[in-house]
Each structure stands twice: as structure tokens, then as C-alpha cells.
């Protein structure tokens, strides 16, 4: 069964920083492209940004893009994202989450970290 | 680029049919056929249910079908049963990488 853990969300003043990470297991994790989506309290979901299997391509929204930094780690079946300059409105459930067989489509999904940006 | 536009809320009694709709424009929904669509209990993570407009995952129930037409997708739910009510989002490739998703819709089974 593939498992996606999230962790390292929690509060952070805006301006602040913060490294989100996703271990994964059950799958061959090297061979997926992997995604970050997230949900604002009581909002609907918005796609972060994309990592291609080998991390040659990168992919942000333009919400995000110049602040948060994706990466992984194949050798430790690891997904991270790095986030900067943080926002009051980059206040959201941030989930880990597969590519489904190249169709733009995401499955499976983590159960999701909270990262709260408030002074 | 703007979210996808979905009604905010749908209802339907069991055993009855129901179609939720997503609606985006020709660079996204009317340009690609990678239109997906997620179930969210409350609470929980999002579930794919629908692939690139009509194809579902195994272990989703063939009640789950989806559709497209021109820029708008379609979500057709039949059979309705209780543990069919969450949040349905929509969401489509929209070019230069980039995915949009729908506001959502939420489902009550009356």
C-alpha cells in the first residue's frame, strides 16, 4: 500500500520560513513525478507546484512561485518543499501527492501538514 | 488563471441520480481531456475518483461516472448512497504544467 506522511507544518510569524517533508513508501518513489497541493481553512484546493521523477523539472504556481522552493531526495524516498517570504494567505493544509499515471491527475494523498503564517 | 467554477452545493435523495458540473474555459476544461475529479470527506484527504474525464481508478464505484462537453465537465453520481455525501472538486491540466482546480461542490444525500 503506498503511504504518503507529511510533516513540519506549525505556526510561523509572516516573512517567516518554513521546510515542509513527505516521506513515502509502498511505491518506487524514483519513478513518479510528485506534487504539493493545498487547502486553505474551509477552501478548496489549489495545485503548489510539481517535481518531475529525477527533479530535472520543476514546476510552481504563480502564487508561490519565487518563495517556495521544491526538492526530493530519491535516495531516502523523500519529497520536500521549502517555503519563504511566508504569507497570511499561505495559511492552508499542505498534502503530499502522486502523479496518476500522467493524466495531470493526483493519487494517492497524504493526510496533510498545517502550516498557520500569524503574528 | 481562475479557478474552475463549480456550483456550491448539490443535493439528491438515495437511490437517485445526480450531476455535478465544472465549468473552466477553452485553455483548460474545452483544451485538454486530463479532467479529474476528487471526493473529500470531512476531514480527510482528497480521493481521486475520476481520470482525464471518464476513467476511474479501480475500487471506484461504477455509481461514479464523468463527461465532458465543450468547457464543461460533468460528475454524474448514481445510486446516490449516504457515504456519497462530501466535497466533489474538479480539476484540469491547464497548460504550461499547470493544474487548476474547481471550488468545489458540497453533496448532501437528503
Known amino acids: 500500500e503506498v503511504q504518503l506522511v507529511e510533516s513540519g507544518g506549525g505556526l510561523v510569524k509572516p516573512g517567516g520560513s518554513l521546510t515542509l517533508s513527505c516521506a513515502a513508501s509502498g511505491l518506487t518513489f524514483s519513478s513518479y513525478s510528485m506534487n504539493w497541493v493545498r487547502q486553505a481553512p474551509g477552501k478548496g484546493l489549489e495545485w503548489v ?28 524516498n523523500s519529497l520536500f518543499l521549502q517555503m519563504n517570504s511566508l504569507r497570511a494567505e499561505d ?3 499542505y498534502y503530499c501527492t502522486r502523479d496518476f499515471v500522467l493524466s495531470f491527475a493526483f493519487d494517492p494523498w497524504g493526510q496533510g501538514t498545517l502550516v498557520t503564517v500569524s503574528s | 488563471q481562475s479557478a474552475l467554477t463549480q456550483p456550491p452545493s448539490a443535493s439528491g435523495s438515495p437511490g437517485q441520480s445526480v450531476t455535478l458540473s465544472c ?3 477553452s485553455s483548460d476544461v474545452g483544451n485538454y481531456n486530463f479532467v479529474s475529479w476528487y471526493q473529500q470527506h470531512p476531514g480527510k484527504a482528497p480521493k481521486l475518483m475520476i481520470s482525464e474525464v471518464s476513467k476511474r481508478p479501480s475500487g471506484v464505484p461504477d455509481r461514479f461516472s464523468g463527461s465532458k462537453s465543450g468547457n464543461t465537465a460533468s460528475l454524474t453520481v448514481s445510486g446516490l448512497q449516504a457515504e456519497d455525501e462530501a466535497d466533489y472538486y474538479c480539476s484540469s491540466y491547464a497548460g504550461s504544467n499547470m493544474v487548476l482546480f474547481g471550488g468545489g461542490t458540497k453533496l448532501t444525500v437528503l
Open chain 1, 49 to 76: 507546484s510539481s517535481i518531475s521523477s529525477t527533479g530535472r523539472y520543476i514546476y510552481y504556481a504563480d502564487s508561490v512561485k519565487g518563495r517556495f522552493s521544491i526538492s526530493r531526495d530519491n535516495a531516502k
Open chain 1, 91 to 93: 495559511t492552508a493544509v
Open chain 2, 23 to 25: 465549468t473552466g474555459t
